[in-house]
């Protein structure tokens, strides 16, 4: 059972250009929003993580959006670059220190 | 600091052998967790451990074993290896679930 739904599995960005990355989910309990970052090669790293009492957090380039009452939380990547291509995850976790659950990845591609 | 390392990067096994992937962190983290990475599964998790002496099972825990004797380290091991175990393995470490996780660089594993 898929608890956290990503999409799209894969995105080309002109250089420059709004990168948008989506989650849904159906559990409530959830409370810790993360993303995550990798490249190939390397193990993930946390990029933004966001918690359901917070609707936006902005971190340079990268934005998380939540949105409680659709379930649904957003990565956007402002004036996307070249370095910004990776695979990145988006993941949640119920209250307690349970385990993440992952989304199934979203390959990033910019162009220049 | 090293963060997580994980040992060996690469190993090629034959069904039926058995083996241990090693994950050590420095960090004095109490959580860590193994997960597995398949094209287009995202990121699986096997087991996990909340503190030295604790582990409880993942997602997809078949055919994997752990234990947990100190805090640094937390090996994986595969009790008869099936060509459906090939895949890359990640270690992970945190203070909690809800706090960022470290990866390691994984280990690719592939059996024949």
């Known amino acids: 059972q898929q608890q956290v739904k990503q999409s799209p599995q894969s995105l080309i960005v002109q250089k420059g250009g709004i990168s948008i990355i989506n989650c849904a989910y159906e559990?409530?309990?959830?409370?810790?929003f993360p993303w995550y970052q990798q490249f190939p090669g390397k193990g993930p790293a946390l990029l933004i993580a966001?918690?359901?009492?917070?609707s936006e957090k902005k971190e340079g380039r990268f934005t998380i959006s939540f949105n409680k009452s659709a379930k649904q939380f957003s990565l956007h990547i402002m004036d996307s670059q070249p370095g910004d291509s990776a695979t990145y995850f988006c993941?949640?976790?119920?209250?307690?220190?349970?385990?993440?659950?992952f989304g199934k990845g979203t390959r990033l591609s910019v162009i220049a | 600091n090293a963060g997580v390392t994980q040992t060996p990067k690469f190993q090629v096994l034959k069904t039926g052998q058995s083996m241990t992937l090693q994950c050590a962190q420095d960090?004095?983290?109490?959580?860590m967790s193994w997960y597995r990475q398949d094209p287009g599964m995202g990121l699986r998790l096997i087991h996990y451990?909340?503190?030295?002496?604790?582990?409880d099972q993942g997602e997809v825990p078949n055919g994997y074993n752990v234990s947990r004797s100190t805090t640094e380290d937390f090996p994986l091991r595969l009790l008869s290896a099936a060509p459906s175990q090939t895949s890359v393995y990640f270690c992970?470490?945190?203070?909690?679930?809800?706090?960022?996780?470290?990866f390691g660089d994984g280990t690719r594993l592939s059996i024949l």
């Open positions: 993941a949640a976790r119920v209250a307690g220190n349970t385990p993440l659950v």
């Open positions: 992970a470490s945190s203070r909690a679930s809800n706090q960022p996780q470290h």
């Open positions: 451990s909340v503190g030295a002496g604790i582990t």
């Open positions: 559990n409530t309990a959830f409370d810790y």
């Open positions: 960090m004095n983290h109490e959580y």
């Open positions: 966001i918690r359901p009492d917070v």
